[in-house]
């Protein structure tokens, strides 16, 4: 007799998920509705004989299957969206008829997508990189993309270069690597080519490049866009966004960790944070200025390789974006999501700078080619939340049921059969510019100073994010294997600070090369911005972080519960590691489950740790390389360690000896007003001032 697998077969006896699956559930059908009778056997014409042709439903999954794929973005093809609210603080009528700022407590569904740019979609989250922030703002009066990075400016001045740019950072074509990284010889080649580069490589190998967080990092519109009111009066204005968790990055050799630990490290950050309940937040604000003090600013606002400055000219909050929901589905949304920067609603205009510019002309090419038909516009996620009507018809998966008889215009049918009415003044009106000008491919003048702002940025860091830099420079320039890229750089940086030129040069045992040749001279009276530094701004707050507590057999039951009170109380998340994720005994005798076994948990993946064991279980971690290399890591890694109970085994193991006793940031952790005293300590930096020397 023919033996035919069931699905009881598949699923073993027990297992409840399975059985659970049942009820409710719908039943399984074809893609077209109908049920299907087996999906464990293809139909085959005798028991051990061929598959048949007439199985459609084989035919259809396989089908389908083969074609589950579409061409990944060219940039930007790792990325993680989130759905949230935008909420305006006041009403902006005064300088844009922008809906989405009409007035206070207005609210503006969005969807968000954060990115890296070079690394392939299968690549790891903790790329020394640049990071995408794109937001798509559904308002009434059609989608607002504002398509921005974590940096305020950019490697190349004119779009004509991004493919070149592109190219170089992206793995070499001859042998399909590095994947996800700008440390290989041909994007420094480039970058020492193009000294407007310069700027944007000072922001890239500082620890702007390596966030802790997708939430813990600002962003940035980049280029000089418009405001426009009812009355037709622009204004320029600049976009930013500032995380409300604050900022945070991470030291490289614990990126280089997280990417072999957990390389989905963002993505998994800021699912748990919504999915808990702990929803980020961003501020939009904005910097809003006339032509006259475009005129008298000291670079030209047109040019994406500058900032102006906060201190120069103050930055608006105008409101406030909620990050509330994960998707649903990754593909469908995540994926399919396509921002492009010419979507913009009345009130809302660009400017002349060539970046945008090229933009505005490139993605929409690119959506068409990833999503493969002209009707992108009408998938869920890029769907405009207001009322659509125009005459654009038919195409691959047109899903929209068109009414009306007329489908041009000018028509003379009324009604129903007439379509939507004439456009008019209420649309988009462009801000009417008086230009002039011979054609020629030219670079203007004002663009020509690529050194000061890169100085001005190095100046505006404090030593530590300076040190963070040199290394990174010495990181990455030492991945290259011609020395005249490395030269060449170095040469350039001697344009900015000779203090950074030399330290890189002596960090990749470089002869310090010639200064290379400046079109304009480098400018040192600009004055640092304070604003630029990362850690200068550092909020004093636990809240959104994570504590890493490794648990030893013993564990003071207290001491234990009174930590968790306290992270809890600070607004911080604590997941519990043992040596065995079933958990582990405590001194009161219950068992405490672990979220994660230690060899799965390295201390990379918080932001502070502590490690509480009774005797035994104190001596069973020393025994433990992955609890020894968690303890050094801390260390290493500048962060604020508590130990309690038995632990002096292990931090001898740990090499750490005789370090740890008279370091700030180790505290001893026994009951609840030392678990309390820890947290707080743990709200504050990272103990940076460690000596970590051997
Ligand atoms: Fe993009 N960029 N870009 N870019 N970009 C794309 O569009 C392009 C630039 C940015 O999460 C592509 O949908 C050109 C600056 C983000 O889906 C493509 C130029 C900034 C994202 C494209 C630039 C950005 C993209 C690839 C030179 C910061 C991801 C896939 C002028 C302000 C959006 C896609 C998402 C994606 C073109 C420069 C940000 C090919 C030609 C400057 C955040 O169209």
Same mark, same amino acid.
């Not at 790792?78 to 007035?103: C, K, M, N, P, W």
């Given at each position: 007799m023919a033996a035919k697998n069931t699905s009881e077969d598949v699923r073993g006896a027990g297992d409840e998920l399975h059985q659970r699956s049942g009820g409710d559930s719908p039943p399984l059908t074809t893609a077209h509705g109908v049920p299907v009778e087996d999906d464990q056997n293809s139909l085959r014409a005798g028991d051990r004989g061929p598959t048949l042709l007439e199985?459609?439903?084989?035919?259809?999954?396989?089908?389908?299957? !083969?074609?589950?794929?579409? =061409?990944?973005?060219?940039?930007?093809? &790792?990325?993680?969206?989130?759905?949230?609210?935008?909420?305006?603080?006041?009403?902006?009528?005064?300088? %844009?008829?922008?809906?989405? @700022?009409?007035?206070?407590?207005?609210? %503006?569904?969005?969807?968000? &997508?954060?990115?890296?740019?070079?690394?392939?979609?299968?690549? @790891?989250?903790? *790329?020394?990189?640049?990071?995408?922030?794109? %937001?798509?703002?559904? %308002?009434?009066?059609?989608?607002?993309?504002?398509?921005?990075?974590?940096?305020?400016?950019?490697?190349?001045?004119?779009?004509?270069?991004?493919?070149d740019l592109v190219h170089s950072v992206k793995e070499e074509p001859d042998r399909g690597f590095p994947q996800a990284q700008s440390a290989h010889d041909t994007f420094w080649d480039f970058a020492s080519l193009m000294p407007e580069s310069t700027h944007m490589t000072l922001w890239q190998m500082s620890d702007r490049a390596i966030p802790r967080s997708f939430r813990t990092m600002q962003g940035f519109g980049v280029h000089t866009f418009r405001f426009v009111t009812a009355e037709g009066k622009s204004s320029f204005v600049k976009f930013h966004w500032t995380p409300l968790q604050g900022m945070q990055s991470v030291v490289w050799d614990e990126a280089v960790k997280i990417n072999g630990a957990d390389p989905d490290f963002h993505r998994r950050d800021l699912y748990d944070a919504i999915e808990s309940g702990d929803f980020p937040q961003w501020e939009l604000g904005v910097q809003v200025f006339d032509d006259d003090f475009a005129d008298s600013f000291d670079f030209d606002v047109l040019d994406a390789t500058k900032i102006i400055p906060e201190e120069v000219l103050p930055v608006r909050p105008i409101g406030r974006m909620t990050l509330d929901r994960t998707v649903t589905n990754v593909f469908a949304e995540t994926e399919q999501v396509a921002f492009m920067t010419q979507n913009v609603p009345p009130g809302i205009d660009f400017s002349d700078d060539p970046l945008l510019q090229g933009r505005n002309f490139s993605y929409l090419d690119t959506q068409l080619k990833r999503l493969g038909s002209t009707n992108f516009s009408q998938l869920p996620v890029n769907a405009p939340r207001c009322p659509v009507a125009h005459f654009q018809r038919d195409g691959h998966m047109q899903t929209s049921?068109?009414? /009306?008889?007329?489908?041009?215009?000018?028509?003379?049918?009324?009604?129903?059969?007439?379509?939507?009415?004439?456009?008019?003044?209420?649309?988009?009106?462009?801000?009417?510019e008086r230009v002039e000008g011979t054609t020629r491919r030219i670079r203007s003048e004002s663009f020509a100073d690529h050194y000061s702002q890169a100085r001005q940025f190095w100046v505006s860091q404090t030593p530590v994010e300076q040190d963070h830099i040199v290394a990174a420079y010495v990181f990455e320039l030492g991945k290259c294997e011609v020395e005249a890229i490395r030269s060449r750089m170095v040469a350039n940086l001697r344009n900015v600070d000779e203090e950074l030129a030399g330290r890189v040069a002596k960090g990749l045992a470089l002869d310090l090369p010639e200064a290379s040749p400046a079109a304009v001279e480098t400018r040192t009276d600009l004055d640092p911005s304070p604003a630029l530094s990362i850690l200068a701004n550092a909020p004093e707050t636990f809240a959104g972080?994570?504590?890493?507590?490794?648990?030893?057999?013993?564990?003071?039951?207290?001491?234990?519960?009174?930590?968790?009170?306290?992270?809890?109380?600070? /607004?911080?998340?604590?997941?519990?590691?043992?040596?065995?994720?079933?958990?582990?005994?405590?001194?009161?005798?219950?068992?405490? =489950?672990?979220?994660?076994?230690?060899?799965?948990? =390295?201390?990379?993946?918080?932001?502070?740790?502590?490690?509480?064991?009774?005797? *035994?279980?104190?001596?069973?971690?020393?025994?433990?390389?992955?609890?020894?290399?968690?303890?050094?890591?801390?260390?290493?890694?500048?962060?604020?360690?508590?130990?309690?109970?038995?632990?002096?085994?292990?931090?001898?193991?740990?090499?750490?000896? /005789?370090?740890? !006793? *008279?370091? !700030?940031?180790?505290?001893?952790?026994?009951?609840?007003?030392?678990?309390?005293?820890?947290?707080?300590?743990? *709200?504050?930096p990272r103990h940076w001032d460690r000596a970590i020397t051997a």
């Open positions: 199985d459609a439903h084989f035919r259809e999954k396989i089908f389908h299957f !083969d074609h589950e794929r579409i =061409p990944e973005r060219v940039v930007h093809a &790792r990325g993680y969206g989130a759905h949230g609210v935008f909420e305006a603080y006041e009403s902006l009528a005064d300088i %844009t008829r922008a809906s989405v @700022f009409a007035q206070a407590g207005k609210k %503006t569904e969005v969807f968000v &997508r954060f990115s890296t740019v070079a690394g392939n979609l299968g690549s @790891f989250d903790l *790329a020394r990189d640049v990071r995408g922030f794109a %937001t798509k703002f559904y %308002t009434d009066e059609g989608n607002w993309d504002l398509v921005g990075n974590n940096i305020p400016v950019f490697f190349i001045q004119d779009a004509l270069k991004f493919p049921l068109q009414p /009306g008889r007329a489908t041009y215009e000018p028509n003379s049918f009324s009604g129903a059969e007439r379509g939507p009415r004439e456009a008019g003044a209420e649309g988009h009106v462009p801000v009417p972080r994570k504590l890493g507590l490794l648990l030893g057999e013993g564990a003071d039951a207290d001491t234990v519960a009174a930590l968790e009170t306290s992270v809890t109380d600070a /607004g911080g998340m604590v997941e519990v590691i043992a040596i065995a994720v079933g958990g582990t005994t405590l001194s009161d005798g219950r068992r405490c =489950p672990a979220d994660q076994a230690i060899a799965g948990a =390295p201390s990379v993946l918080y932001d502070a740790v502590a490690i509480i064991a009774g005797e *035994a279980g104190g001596a069973a971690l020393a025994d433990e390389p992955a609890a020894r290399d968690f303890v050094t890591d801390a260390f290493t890694h500048f962060k604020v360690i508590g130990l309690g109970g038995a632990t002096s085994t292990l931090v001898a193991a740990a090499g750490l000896d /005789g370090k740890v !006793d *008279a370091d !700030d940031a180790v505290l001893t952790v026994s009951g609840a007003d030392d678990a309390q005293t820890f947290i707080t300590r743990c *709200a504050g």
